[in-house]
């Protein structure tokens, strides 16, 4: 198991986002109010047009332009190739964290987790309902036939073990998030599943 002292963690926060810039504003934020200090936050433009980060927020996190929609697997990937921190925390343009969000799976890490998934609850025309919660659900039997509740935002990762397993497959077009984890679990990496851990998925008019 990969213990890390809870002193030597350092977070690597990373969005993408593609031709939309309308909810960054408040996912850069839910990261900048954690309880806890992220070591770095770095946005990934994979979209033709340049995103246009708040001027306030703009020279708190580092932005790379990238080839436009080379695909989501290919822009996270590139974040983590990019990153400097030793776990990389994963969060959608659309969607946001609760504020302890980086302290309570700071704690998972100390205790030998590889990577860690949080539940998700889902902002519905301005009210936050219940929706996934993957506890007992994560398992290669189970994420072979249905999604219990995994995205990009809910997932954290320890970086060597991203590298270990060669990092997303940029040969899929949807589901690198769970094929990631799959990966994971194949190669005998340790999971947590925090129940208690509010993530905010965003649904709205546009992609997800």
């Excluded at 959608?92 to 700071?106: A, H, P, Q, V």
């Excluded at 899929?172 to 799959?182: H, N």
Aim: glycine residues 6%.
């Amino acid at each position: 198991m990969n213990k890390i002292a809870i002193d030597e963690i350092k977070f690597s926060c990373i969005i993408t986002v593609c031709d939309r810039e309308e909810f960054i504003s408040q996912a850069i934020e839910s990261i900048l109010s954690q309880s806890i200090d992220a070591f770095e936050i770095i946005i990934i433009d994979n979209g033709y047009n340049s995103v246009a980060i708040r001027s306030d927020l703009f020279e708190r996190v580092k932005v790379y332009k990238v080839i436009p929609y080379i695909g989501v697997a290919q822009a996270l990937n590139f974040g983590v190739s990019l990153s400097s921190g030793n776990v990389v925390a994963f969060l959608e343009d659309d969607d946001y964290w609760n504020s302890k969000y980086l302290e309570n799976i700071k704690k998972e890490f100390c205790n030998g987790k590889d990577f860690v998934i949080s539940r998700i609850d889902k902002l519905i025309d301005g009210k936050i309902e219940p929706y996934k919660d993957a506890v007992n659900k994560v398992d290669i039997s189970t994420l072979l036939v249905t999604n219990p509740g995994v995205t990009i935002s809910n997932l954290s990762v320890l970086k060597k073990s991203i590298f270990e397993i060669n990092g997303f497959d940029t040969k899929l077009a949807t589901s690198a998030d769970k094929a990631l984890i799959i990966d994971l679990l194949s190669s005998g990496h340790y999971c947590s599943v925090l129940s208690s851990n509010q993530v905010i998925g965003r649904f709205h008019s546009g992609d997800r």
